[in-house]
């Protein structure tokens, strides 16, 4: 009976809007897992995911699911180059595994139930695998990800280059939103509407590194390094800085772009990340506060207002920048393709299921896979005949995406890109080495539980 009225709560507040702000806190620090390897180039942890008690409302328990009791988990730091191990325990439960969202693993690492067998309740697992490539990446369950992401099992994995430019103080955010009940318990996320299972759930709370209302104190004239995360499983953060400051992109998912960005707006939708400077000017006293404009991702057409996201407090004090790079690294095109796909992303409503997501007019687990091969190139265009915005990730690989507003390839990889309701886009792929069963999906993650997921089987050369 409890869930059901926390059920009904959840949704009136959601609803509603109702709700007392609580009070801003320092954005929180993502507590760093331990190096247990003495040797430098290799890093070791452990990691268990358990059930534990967090606050998302101060004074105000919730249980979730955690790496290690916090939500996120832990911030995992690391050179490219390095071997990463990670000691895996299960102590939920229900079965899990580790999805190394973005890195560049073998395929026998990645995490999905094609490749592992998920580790069972009180089982555990080894990861192992070289760091390829800088960048920020993050790391979740591919066992029901729909209800566990959602009930917090989410942890950041930073791999860094000692040669990259200096760029400026850096945090990691972690961007998330959570429906919340009125006792600030987190309402069931395998009870969902099908309106809900249709749009993905959206929260009534936003957060930065888990709190809501967090702020983060500055100084004028430093460069703040704000390296984003958005793990909430439907929610897109289009983002914008208060009195239409500039926020300036230098990376993405797979690292830095060639050339930094000056954007009024950046969407970054669930799974992406994106890396963006601020430059501080201002006088103590004064406040910035990065919102999430309402993206209406082709339904409820805008009439929320921006939520905070993360407030920039100007302190006392007087900070320096070096002048930006014109230029931060070079990223050669990819090869001609020698394959051309379409991808036509659908939608129907299942007689007694509720809403069914279709690739090329199947649902997975019956999307027949691509079949390609080591030293494939390829060109993908999805064709959205839905009227929902798909951010499709692919694992194992990063892209080009053709920027139609320059009428070229973007000069930057990424492995999820924002597939507007109703639009088509390109992008370009080389499979060039790690054979094995991969995939794509919707990072709605349950877009891709109700069938937006398809396997992508790299053959040996
Ligand atoms: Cu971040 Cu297959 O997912
Ligand atoms: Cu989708």
């Known amino acids: 009976m409890r869930s059901i009225s926390a059920w009904g709560l959840g949704l009136a507040l959601a609803a509603c809007g109702a709700r007392d702000e609580p009070p801003p806190r320092p954005l929180p620090e993502l507590v760093r897992a331990v190096d247990l390897d003495p040797d430098p180039r290799v ?58 969202h973005g890195v560049r693993v073998p395929a026998d690492m990645d995490g999905t139930e094609a490749m592992q067998h998920p580790v069972p309740p009180g089982g555990s697992f080894e990861y192992r695998f070289v760091l390829k490539d800088a960048g920020l990446y993050w790391f979740h369950p591919h066992v029901r990800s729909d209800e566990q992401v959602e009930r917090g099992l989410y942890g950041v994995l930073r791999v860094g280059d000692p040669a990259g430019p200096a760029l400026g103080r850096e945090r990691v955010v972690v961007l998330d939103d959570v429906l919340l009940d009125g006792d600030g318990a987190l309402v069931d996320p395998a ?19 888990g709190a809501p209302n967090a702020f983060l104190e500055v100084t004028p004239g430093e ?48 799974g992406q990340r994106a890396d963006v400077l601020v430059d501080v000017d201002g006088a103590p006293g004064d406040a910035w506060t990065l919102s ?31 002048p930006l790079p014109g230029r931060l690294r070079t990223i050669a095109p990819l090869p001609a393709p020698d394959t051309l796909r379409r991808f036509v992303l659908g939608e129907r409503m299942g007689m007694m299921s509720g809403p069914v997501f279709t690739l ?59 597939v507007p309701a109703g639009a088509r886009l390109r992008l370009r792929v080389h499979f060039d080495e790690r054979p094995g069963r991969w995939m794509q999906h919707c990072h709605i993650l349950t877009h891709a539980e109700l069938g937006m997921v398809q396997a992508v089987d790299v053959a040996p050369e």
């Open 43 to 100: 890093v070791a942890l452990e990691l268990t995911a358990r059930v534990a008690q967090v606050e998302w409302l101060p004074g105000r328990p919730s249980e979730a699911w955690t790496y290690d009791g916090t939500v996120p988990g832990p911030l995992v730091d690391a050179a490219v180059g390095d071997t990463l191990v990670v000691r895996f325990h299960n102590a939920l439960p229900a079965p899990t595994t580790l999805h190394w």
């Open 191 to 209: 009870r969902l509407s099908h309106m809900e299972a249709r749009t993905g759930r959206e929260g009534n709370r936003v957060l930065a590194n």
């Open 223 to 270: 460069r703040v390094r704000l390296r984003l995360v958005n793990a909430a499983v439907a929610r897109s953060f289009q983002l914008t800085l208060g009195g239409g400051r500039p926020l300036v992109l230098v990376g993405v998912d797979g690292g830095l772009l060639e050339a930094p960005r000056v954007l009024e707006r950046l969407l970054l939708a669930p």
């Open 292 to 322: 999430a404009e309402p993206s209406a991702r082709g339904h409820h057409a805008g009439d929320d207002e921006a939520e905070a996201v993360l407030r920039l407090r100007l302190v006392e004090g007087q900070g320096t920048r070096a």
């Open 360 to 418: 090329n007019g199947e649902a997975g687990p019956d999307v027949p896979p691509v079949a390609t091969r080591v030293g494939a190139a390829e060109e993908w265009e999805y064709v959205n005949e839905t009227t929902l915005d798909h951010p499709m990730h692919l694992h194992g690989y990063f892209f080009q995406v053709w920027d139609a507003a320059e009428a070229t390839w973007e000069r930057a990889w990424r492995d999820t890109v924002n």
